[in-house]
Nanobody, 115 residues
Framework: VQLVESGGGLVQPGGSLRLSCAAS????????MSWYRQAPGKERELVAV????????NYADSVKGRFTISRDNAKNTVALQMNSLKPEDTAVYYC?????????WGQGTQVTVSS
């Protein structure tokens, strides 16, 4: 099983980034996919989640209206479009796949929002 995140980097406040997560080694279309983040000195928090067929999504209040999660079950990928980024969005962002007792994590990608 592999989850490989990409797309992180340094961006100015108000800018945009698109994170992508490529999955392999499991039946991607059967899994709930999520993005989490962890800022220095803070606990990991859920940012966004998307259902297995991509119909239902949910977001943390802090990112509603700015972030959009999407998935492509044909390509086994999940993305997080992040707009209007703020310094408080700075964190390591992790891709997560979950189904029943199975729970997989990527290695994370750093997002830094700073002028």
């Amino acid at each position: 099983v592999q989850l490989v995140e990409s797309g992180g980097g340094l961006v100015q406040p108000g800018g945009s980034l698109r994170l992508s997560c490529a999955a392999s080694g499991f039946t991607f279309r059967s899994y709930l996919m999520s993005w989490y983040r962890q800022a220095p000195g803070k606990e990991r928090e859920l940012v966004a989640v998307i259902s297995s067929v991509g119909i239902s999504t949910n977001y943390a209040d802090s990112v509603k209206g700015r972030f959009t999660i999407s998935r492509d079950n044909a390509k086994n990928t999940v993305a997080l479009q992040m707009n209007s980024l703020k310094p408080e969005d700075t964190a390591v962002y992790y891709c997560n796949a979950r189904r029943s007792v199975w729970d997989y994590w990527g290695q994370g990608t750093q997002v830094t929002v700073s002028s």
